[in-house]
């Protein structure tokens, strides 16, 4: 048994060094990853913008249609370079976006409201990576051919291997080929820009606009999902010439000057097409509205926005730290003075607790608000509660009679299933919040309800194996039997 105590034991000094390497260094040695303490807009400053859509009656506009809204807004949002943005939709027609350390809050304003562009870029066999952002020389979005129309068969200037013979157009579906066309977000620390990006220009093929409104997403023969999409008639015609003298090449799906998806043609496509690849349902879905909605589906205006300055969270986070200590300080004073020797093991539990919640915070990331706080210092007298009903119940063995090994075993016994349950019930409570703050746009409840629910997790930890392996190295080792004032009799 105690050999067993001493592996536990061991592992989580192995445990706590890890995260206190975390907290206060932050790096991984020999790798590039650094973990910082990310902040929240109320914290370090920036633009809070609502966004509502410019119609007359907002209910009419389906959840569809937001939905796509929102995708396209977040994918406008992750190429600003913003560290930790929040985008959210807030009841039936608006969408809450919340840009940390905005340098130029007006021309972010600006670059949200413009529409979005969908393109069609040829880059024969030498694409370049999902995510990456390019130049093009789209000069009118709101025409198939972006206003320069040239020959289809020679749109790609850049390398190009021999094109294959020329095939007989068909009017059947026909299969574009692609690899994962997840689009994952691009973060970074650098000011609101629209400069553009370093590196060759490409010719834009096609727009959005040659696009019909069918695009789904079905199951193939193989139990693949599938991209299905259809061009309009000047669509095909730009479309089925070029993909019939490009067979095996690269056209990619251009989003807002971000690549989002490299096809490889695999037959001409007059009129319909096919994206197969190694999607998921969720991901086949993005794609899909991604190429229904190339353009933001309804107008949207800023209903209001609002610049909050730095000072405010810097002045917030020293209030909420002194408070911190002083809530921290009172309760270790209060623990060591009621319940003695196990009082002093349950402060060092709660040490443990606070540097590994510290170091998940970190490495998650968590996006500390000043309600992230909150229940973060909540989730401190959580942990506190749960080592009280373990140590009232043990003295309540004591005084029955049991010897102090006995009674130390069966107070952790019978006071889990109350610590059981209670943890349960606010963890139900957190989950019901982290919903709510999703529909509604409440990005301040959700970080609440996710800093209580992670502390309550490594609370439980502390409490029920923290604490009491503590507790057994000194009860092993020390005859505390005749000495039961130790633990406040």
């Given at each position: 048994?105690?050999q067993r ?11 706590v060094?890890a ?8 790096r991984l040695?020999?790798?590039?990853i650094?973990?910082t303490?990310?902040?929240g807009l109320d914290?370090q400053?920036?633009?809070?913008a ?5 119609v007359?009656?907002c209910?009419?506009?389906?959840p569809d249609v937001?939905t796509a809204?929102?995708n396209?807004v ?8 913003v560290?930790?943005?929040?985008v959210?939709?807030?009841?039936a027609?608006?969408?809450v ?7 130029d809050?007006?021309?972010a304003v600006d670059?949200l409201?413009e529409t979005?562009l969908l ?6 066999n ?10 093009t020389?789209c ?14 068969s ?6 190009v ?7 007989t157009p068909t009017?059947?579906p ?5 690899g994962?066309s ?7 620390t650098a000011?609101v820009?629209?400069?553009?990006p370093a ?5 834009t093929l096609?727009?959005g ?7 789904s997403?079905s199951?193939?023969?193989?139990g693949?999902?599938?991209?299905n999409?259809?061009?309009?008639s000047a669509g095909g015609t730009?479309?089925?010439?070029y993909?019939a003298h ?9 989003l807002?000057?971000?690549?989002i998806s490299t096809p490889r ?5 007059p ?6 690849g190694q999607?998921?349902?969720?991901t086949?879905?993005?794609l ?7 353009a933001?589906?309804?107008p949207?205006k ?12 810097q002045?917030?986070?020293?209030r909420?730290t002194i408070a911190g200590i002083i809530g921290g300080?009172a309760v ?6 009621y319940?003695?020797?196990?009082g002093?093991?349950a402060?060092?539990?709660?040490l ?9 915070f970190?490495?998650i ?12 210092v909540?989730?401190v007298?959580?942990a506190v509660?749960a ?13 029955s ?6 009674a130390?075993?069966?107070g952790?016994r019978?006071a889990f299933?109350?610590?059981?349950d ?12 982290y919903i709510f ?6 990005s301040i409840?959700?970080?609440f ?5 992670l502390?309550?997790c490594?609370s439980l930890f502390t409490a029920?194996?923290v604490?009491?392996l503590i507790?057994?190295l ?5 005859d505390f039997?005749?000495?039961?004032s130790?633990?406040?009799i």
């Amino acid at each position: 048994m105690q050999q067993r105590n001493i592996g536990w034991l061991l592992l989580i000094g192995a445990l706590v060094v890890a995260a206190m390497w975390v907290v206060f260094s932050g790096r991984l040695p020999g790798t590039p990853i650094n973990w910082t303490l990310h902040q929240g807009l109320d914290l370090q400053g920036g633009l809070q913008a609502l966004l509502e859509a410019d119609v007359p009656d907002c209910n009419a506009v389906s959840p569809d249609v937001m939905t796509a809204a929102l995708n396209i807004v977040e994918s406008r949002v992750n190429g600003l370079g913003v560290a930790e943005p929040v985008v959210q939709q807030q009841g039936a027609c608006r969408i809450v976006v919340e840009l940390p350390g905005i340098s130029d809050p007006q021309q972010a304003v600006d670059y949200l409201k413009e529409t979005a562009l969908l393109e069609f870029v040829p880059m024969g066999n030498a694409p370049v990576a999902p995510n990456t952002y390019i130049n093009t020389d789209c000069k009118d979005p709101s025409k198939v051919d972006c206003g320069v129309p040239t020959d289809a068969s020679a749109a790609y200037t850049g390398p190009v291997a021999t094109a294959a013979p020329l095939p007989t157009p068909t009017a059947a579906p026909l299969t574009v080929t692609v690899g994962l066309s997840t689009t994952a977000p691009v973060s970074g620390t650098a000011p609101v820009s629209t400069t553009t990006p370093a590196g060759p220009t490409y010719h834009t093929l096609m727009t959005g606009v040659g696009l019909d409104s069918t695009t789904s997403v079905s199951l193939s023969q193989a139990g693949q999902y599938v991209v299905n999409f259809s061009l309009t008639s000047a669509g095909g015609t730009i479309f089925g010439d070029y993909t019939a003298h490009h067979i095996g090449e690269t056209l990619a799906i251009v989003l807002d000057k971000q690549v989002i998806s490299t096809p490889r043609i695999d037959a001409a496509i007059p009129d319909k097409g096919i994206i197969t690849g190694q999607f998921t349902q969720s991901t086949a879905n993005d794609l899909a509205l991604q190429l229904r909605y190339g353009a933001l589906p309804v107008p949207l205006k800023v209903a209001r926005y609002s610049e909050i300055g730095p000072s405010l969270g810097q002045d917030s986070v020293r209030r909420s730290t002194i408070a911190g200590i002083i809530g921290g300080v009172a309760v270790i004073l209060f623990m060591l003075l009621y319940y003695r020797l196990p009082g002093a093991i349950a402060s060092i539990a709660l040490l443990i607790y606070a540097v590994i919640t510290l170091a998940l915070f970190k490495m998650i990331p968590v996006t500390l608000t000043l309600p992230g706080i909150a229940g973060f210092v909540l989730s401190v007298g959580v942990a506190v509660d749960a080592n009280i009903l373990i140590f009232e119940r043990m003295k309540e063995e004591l005084r029955s009679g049991k010897t102090l090994l006995n009674a130390v075993d069966a107070g952790w016994r019978r006071a889990f299933p109350s610590i059981r349950d209670s943890n349960i019930s606010t963890l139900i409570t957190c989950v019901i919040l982290y919903i709510f703050g999703s529909t509604f746009g409440a990005s301040i409840v959700q970080g609440f309800a996710f800093t209580l629910a992670l502390g309550v997790c490594v609370s439980l930890f502390t409490a029920i194996v923290v604490t009491r392996l503590i507790l057994h190295l000194f009860l092993d080792r020390i005859d505390f039997s005749a000495r039961h004032s130790w633990f406040g009799i």
